[in-house]
C-alpha cells in the first residue's frame, strides 16, 4: 500500500527484524583448552609442528609458539615440512620454510619418504587394489574387468598415509 505525507499509514508500523542471540553448545568450552598439558611442554625434547605453508598449519604454529614462548621454552619448537615430491605444489617448501623463519622459530626441518613419492605411492596402491578387485570378482564368477575399483588417492575415507608413513620401518 502507498502512503503520502498528507495521509497517514494504516495499521501499525512492522517492528524491526530481531537477532538472533548465539550461543554455544554446554559441551564447548567457552575458553579453548589444550590437548597438551603445560607439564607436557616442559618435560619434551622437542615439541614439532607439522607444516604444509597453509593456514592450518600457521594458525597451530601460532598457538604452539603463543605457549612454549609464555614457558620459556620456544629454543624447544621445531617445524617439520612432509616433502610429497612431484606432488607438491611448487613454492610451497619455501613457503612454510619461510613462515617458520618469520614466526621466529629456531628450527626448520625437511623430511622426505625413502623410495617413492606420494604420486608413485598412489599409483601403486591403484594397481594392488585393482588386482584385489579382480581377484575378488574372479571368486564370485564376476567379469574382472568390469570389478569395482576402491580409490586410491587418499581420503578421510581412504586412508592409508597413517599406515604406510608413521607404523613402518624405515
Known sequence: MRTCATQPATGPAAPPPRRKKRSVHPSVPLTP???APDDLIRDA??????SSGGADSQSMLSDVLRRTRALGMLDK??????????????????LAAEQARLAGVPRFEVVRAAGPDLLDRVGLRYLKL???A??????RGEDPAAAKVAPA?????ARWCTVICTSSPR
Not at 579382480?134 to 571368486?139: D, I, Y
Not at 588417492?153 to 575415507?157: D, E, L, R, V, Y
Open 33 to 35: 583448552r589444550t590437548t
Open 45 to 50: 625434547d622437542w615439541v614439532v609442528v607439522s
Open 77 to 94: 619448537v621445531v617445524v617439520v615440512h612432509a616433502d610429497l615430491g612431484r606432488i607438491e605444489y611448487p613454492g610451497t617448501l619455501d
Open 130 to 132: 585393482k588386482a584385489k
Open 134 to 139: 579382480e581377484q575378488e570378482a574372479r571368486e
Open 153 to 157: 588417492w587418499p581420503s578421510a575415507t
